[in-house]
């Protein structure tokens, strides 16, 4: 164990991809899951290494027309130095370790969590998104997908899926401005279905910062801008330094 914990707080220091971001702030959680909160039988092991890092938020064939649109946009807007796309992993700590972390077998854990957003091995069947942050204007552009294993009424998207949409797009913002935080409230107000299989846009900006709170504001449109589907608010706290 603390063996480990060396191990991680070395890697820690050899941050490839936050190291690059100046805009980004110390994301580095301390501590590591408490074994209480992991499941008793040992998991297939995904753990940081570098050679099995896969970014998710890159265009895969599931991808839609309309995704891939918004994708390029914001892409040549990334090139003029105005957004910055968010990689994205399928384990929480990779976006904290980076790439850079080389672990060999002995410093494997035995089990493993998934980020919730991306538990599905098959491509297209749940969330597909990919988040674009501006530092200038505090804002996160999230390009969502939903697919079809996110049924909620007859062909539409749950609305827990859309909520955790909200709170990730809005969540990245918020931890790209602040630093650790975790959701204190959620408010969500759904103007319109979104339909299994469409594209959205998911606007997200900070409207205020009190201290470590962090107040934001959400809005889901149709890839082009006519349907508003929702309308959201969210409140962030910045964790304190001892946690
Ligand atoms: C590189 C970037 C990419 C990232 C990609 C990853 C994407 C993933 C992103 C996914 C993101 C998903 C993220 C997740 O899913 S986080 C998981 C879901 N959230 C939780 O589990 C949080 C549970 N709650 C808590 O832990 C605590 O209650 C928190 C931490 C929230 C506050 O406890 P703490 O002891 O720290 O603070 P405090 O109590 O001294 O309060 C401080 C201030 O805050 C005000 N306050 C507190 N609560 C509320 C409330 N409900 N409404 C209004 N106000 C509230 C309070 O009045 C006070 O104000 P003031 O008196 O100072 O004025």
């Not at 992991?38 to 839609?64: G, H, I, M, Q, Y």
């Not at 790439?99 to 098959?122: G, I």
Request: with cysteine; net charge positive; glycine share 6%.
């Amino acid at each position: 164990m603390f063996r480990c914990s060396v191990r991680l707080i070395k890697g820690l220091t050899q941050i490839t991809w936050l190291r690059e971001q100046p805009v980004l702030p110390n994301l580095l959680y301390r501590r590591s899951v408490p074994a209480a909160y992991l499941p008793s039988r040992a998991l297939r092991v995904t753990w940081p290494c570098a050679e099995e890092v896969k970014d998710f938020s890159l265009p895969n064939p599931s991808w839609s027309q309309n995704m891939r649109n918004l994708y390029n946009k914001y892409m040549e807007l990334s090139q003029q130095g105005s957004w910055i796309r968010l990689p994205s992993y399928n384990v929480t700590a990779t976006h904290l370790i980076g790439k850079a972390e080389q672990c060999p077998d002995s410093a494997k854990p035995q089990v493993t969590t998934r980020l919730f957003t991306r538990n599905l091995d098959v491509e297209g069947l749940g969330f597909e998104y990919v988040m674009f942050y501006n530092q200038a204007e505090l804002r996160t552009v999230g390009i969502f997908q939903a697919g079809p294993y996110l049924e909620g009424p007859i062909g539409l998207t749950h609305g827990g899926a859309i909520a955790t949409i909200v709170d990730t797009t809005s969540g990245a913002c918020a931890i790209c401005t602040l630093g650790k935080v975790k959701t204190a409230n959620l408010n969500i107000n759904y103007r319109s279905p979104i339909t299994l299989g469409s594209t959205v846009e998911v606007q997200c900006r900070v409207d205020k910062i009190e201290g470590r709170k962090i107040f934001m504001s959400t809005e889901i449109r149709s890839a082009d801008s006519q349907v508003l589907h929702i309308e959201a608010t969210a409140l962030f706290i910045q964790m304190k330094m001892s946690e």
